[in-house]
């Protein structure tokens, strides 16, 4: 069974960075991509970036150029760099990882980042 969960979040000031960390139990034979995602509320979940297995990463537009997604097979962990955080960065972000062939979604509890001074 696989499990996700998140950690890193927490309470920063505008300008300021946090690393989230999503760590994976259970074991994964197939093809899957790894994804961050942020709900804030009275939104609608969102991507904010993914990760396949090649490497070959994809971002949202508000974050290009302040987020960076990468992961660690062998530690079965992905993470998310965030730089220059700005108030609406602010929500709770959650772990994802989808298997491409069956399209399943597994989701971590989510961790919550609020960003203000």
């Known amino acids: 069974q696989v499990q996700l969960v998140e950690s890193g979040g927490g309470l920063v000031q505008p300008g300021g960075s946090l690393r989230l960390t999503c760590a994976r139990s259970?074991?994964?034979?197939?093809?899957?991509?790894m994804g961050w995602y942020r709900q804030a509320p009275g939104n609608q979940r969102e991507l904010v970036a993914a990760i396949n297995s090649g490497g070959s990463t994809n971002y949202a537009d508000s974050v290009k150029g302040r987020f960076t997604i990468s992961r660690d097979n062998a530690k079965r962990a992905v993470y998310l760099q965030m730089n220059t955080l700005k108030p609406e960065d602010t929500a709770v972000y959650y772990c994802?990882?989808?298997?491409?062939?069956?399209?399943?979604?597994?989701w971590g509890q989510g961790t919550q980042v609020t960003v203000s001074s």
């Open positions: 259970g074991s994964i034979f197939t093809s899957y991509v």
């Open positions: 994802n990882l989808n298997v491409i062939r069956s399209q399943r979604d597994y």
